[in-house]
């Protein structure tokens, strides 16, 4: 059985109140600045995916099967994962970009079957044109980190408002006839 001066709580120090909240304060703050914005974390998942492209058309240049076959499944983890987040229920946009994913997945499984690293760089190119988008729409994004040239064939098919929904639409994105 607890006696009654069992029950009774010590009094705090409060030097070591203070510090404990400052503590909790401190990681609070650290954990707000260390957190990044939706927009920030879209931003990072494509700078990944152009990483991982990047590496994976070095590897398949240099033979390395092993790690092309790795880096280019990391690239398309990031990319499926862009895709199943879309909200398509937003309107058109998420529409034009689960085409432009899609495409991107076809492509880059043939530039697995064909061991053809260029199929690589044009999705590498597209993807920067995408994070470049994103960051003019949205500066709390960041800047790329690496830039990509901008593609004429691109700009146009997305301002009218095309899909690429087939290969002749893969065909137009990537600006071969």
């Known amino acids: 059985m607890l006696s009654p001066d069992s029950r ?12 404990n909240l400052a503590s909790s304060t401190r990681a609070t ?4 600045v260390q957190t990044p914005s939706r927009e920030r974390l879209l931003g990072m ?13 070095a590897a398949m240049r240099a033979g390395d099967i092993e790690a092309t076959h ?3 499944g990391r690239a398309e983890a ?3 994962h862009l895709q199943h987040t879309l909200d398509m229920e ?10 432009i994913y899609l495409f991107f997945g076809r492509h880059l499984n043939r530039a697995r079957i064909e061991r053809d690293p260029k199929k690589i760089e044009d999705v590498i190119q597209l993807l920067g044109q995408l994070r470049e988008a994103w960051s003019a ?3 709390e994004m960041g800047a790329p980190s690496a830039p990509s040239a901008p593609s004429a064939p691109v700009a146009e098919r997305l301002a009218a408002g095309r899909p690429a929904r087939d290969r002749r639409c893969d065909r137009d994105l990537l600006g071969r006839r």
Do not use: M
């Open 8 to 19: 009774r709580l010590e009094p705090a120090n409060p030097a070591t109140v203070s510090t």
């Open 78 to 80: 990031i990319i499926s």
């Open 70 to 72: 790795v880096k280019l």
């Open 29 to 32: 703050r650290r954990r707000s």
């Open 90 to 99: 937003k309107g058109e946009i998420p529409q034009y970009l689960r085409s």
């Open 45 to 57: 998942l494509y700078d990944g995916a152009c990483r991982f492209l990047t590496e994976a058309a």
């Open 137 to 139: 729409i949205s500066p």
